[in-house]
């Protein structure tokens, strides 16, 4: 998939990111750009790599920019201009889906162009009582609530982690049609260990 020049970057310049004794990244150099797949084995970083750029954690030296349009997006505005899909992340539980979208609008705002994530979660199947609590969803339910949140905001960037999890194969194949979609109008990260089933198709590739 051809990278747009307009989409926000992710710049890293000699980035050293540690969690515990275990270097993650040591003094590396990359730019984030487009579609791009997040690879490495169980326990290498991916996880931890997501939650930087989503500026949840800051690297132990060096610097990550967010440019939006080649200019540096503030600290401040950092956390409000990315969506994020990550299994640390998730709603209260007693809210129903009515409610989940109403807490989740108090916060950010949706996708234009019939990528909302009310629309998503209509093309994704999801039946649930109107008064089903999420607590009393399947782990498949919650996973298609969560992935039309992230896909369906309005974002400068989304990232998402091991997006296919709970999911059947026709959630996988939803999740797939939606991805595309959002491929073409924003930068996307997938962290993924199954390249084939979660990565954007011609996703440039990063590997820890």
Sequence with gaps: MATSTNFAVFRAEQVTLK???RSIWSGSSWDIQGSVALLGPNGSGKSSTLAMLAGQVA????SLTLLQQDQPV?????MTQISLCAPWLDLPNHLT???AFHFHGTFREPRPNG???ASLVASSGLQVGADVPLRDWSSGQRQRLSLALALGTDALAVLLDEPATNLDADGTSWYRRVLED????????????DEKKEAP??????RI
Excluded at 182 to 193: F, S
Excluded at 201 to 206: D, I, M, N, R, Y
């Design 19 to 21: 969690r515990g004794n």
């Design 59 to 62: 690297p132990d030296s060096g």
């Design 74 to 78: 503030n600290q401040d505005r950092w």
């Design 97 to 99: 889906l009515s409610e």
């Design 115 to 117: 990528l909302d994530w």
């Design 182 to 193: 959002v491929c073409g109008v924003c930068t996307t990260v997938v962290a993924t260990n």
């Design 201 to 206: 198709k011609g996703a440039s590739l990063l």
